[in-house]
């Protein structure tokens, strides 16, 4: 049973377009959810996380929107860059065991210049 | 700080031999754990441990073995290797009880089994 469903799987962006990533849970418990970046040959790193007391956290060019009543929630990074290019993994983790996280399958991302 | 550091970064096994993967962190953090990464799979858990000699199961356990003796330390042993454990390990850290609980991953260990 997949908690976490990432979509798309891969995406390819023109330089200063935006890049939107969709993620859906199942769980209602979870509460916290995260977004790690992760490049070639490197562990995932978090990027920009956001609680569901909050519809949205902006840091720099990059949006989390969070819908809770759709458990539907979305990276969005504006003015995409090529240094941009990266696997995302959406996340999510919550309730009796709130230190584990339950990652989404990832996203392939190609900024082109 | 050295954060997550792990070794090898490259392994290759034949079916049937054993080896372990080093883990080790020196930002006190009490829950470590151990992923594997395939394409098309995302990252998925194997085991975990929210301190010094407590473990428990991810969601990938089969064929796996960790410990914990001391907080800086979380090894992972593969007991008899098989084709199907060619992967990418991570493993990672975080506090228990920090509020954004953001996970720091070490820079993996690619492991071929032939």
């Known amino acids: 049973q997949q908690q976490v469903k990432q979509s798309p799987q891969s995406l390819i962006v023109q330089k200063g377009g935006i890049s939107i990533i969709n993620c859906a849970y199942e769980?209602?418990?979870?509460?916290?959810f995260p977004w790690y970046q992760q490049f070639p040959g490197k562990g995932p790193a978090l990027l920009i996380a956001i609680r569901p007391d909050v519809s949205e956290k902006k840091e720099g060019r990059f949006t989390i929107s969070f819908n809770k009543s759709a458990k539907q929630f979305s990276l969005h990074i504006m003015d995409s860059q090529p240094g941009d290019s990266a696997t995302y993994f959406c996340a999510a983790s919550g309730g009796g065991s709130n230190y584990k996280l339950t990652f989404g399958k990832g996203t392939l991302l190609t900024v082109n210049p | 700080n050295a954060g997550v550091t792990q070794t090898p970064k490259f392994q290759v096994l034949k079916t049937g031999q054993s080896m372990t993967l080093q883990c080790a962190q020196d930002m006190n953090h009490e829950y470590m754990s151990w992923y594997r990464q395939d394409p098309g799979m995302g990252l998925r858990l194997i085991h975990y441990?929210?301190?010094?000699?407590?473990?428990d199961q991810g969601e990938v356990p089969n064929g796996y073995n960790v410990s914990r003796s001391t907080t800086e330390d979380f090894p992972l042993r593969l007991l008899s290797a098989a084709p199907s454990q060619t992967s990418v390990y991570f493993c990672?850290?975080?506090?228990?009880?920090?509020?954004?609980?953001?996970?720091?991953f070490g820079p993996g260990t690619r492991l071929t089994v032939t």
């Open positions: 441990s929210v301190g010094a000699g407590i473990t």
């Open positions: 769980n209602t418990a979870f509460d916290y």
């Open positions: 990672a850290s975080s506090y228990l009880r920090d509020r954004e609980r953001p996970q720091y």
